[in-house]
């Protein structure tokens, strides 16, 4: 994607809380961080096949997965302008 990290581009080591509601989708998102793909709109999370893989290996339950897309949306709203930021102090 033209994108490269620095050392200093890592987010720093501290405890962060997550709410019990939201820890299958960030369980399913920390598994599909390799995954990013270039699209139209620009980098963005695949979600077909590697996402049902995903669900499987992780044996998510029917009501672990209810919300899971709309968070996984938001995450990957994040993940754009975090992209879009290291594209602009790179350029």
């Known amino acids: 994607m033209g994108i490269t990290l620095e050392p200093d581009d890592e987010a720093p080591e501290e405890d962060t809380a997550l709410w019990p509601e939201n820890e299958a989708a960030a369980r399913v998102f920390e598994a599909l961080t390799t995954q990013w793909v270039e699209t139209p709109l620009g980098p963005g999370l695949p979600y077909g ?42 350029e």
């Open 49 to 90: 096949e590697p996402l049902a893989r995903v669900e499987r290996e992780l044996k998510l339950r029917r009501r672990d997965r209810r919300g899971l897309f709309h968070a996984l949306r938001v995450m990957e709203d994040e993940g754009r302008q975090w992209f879009a930021e290291r594209r602009q102090q790179h």
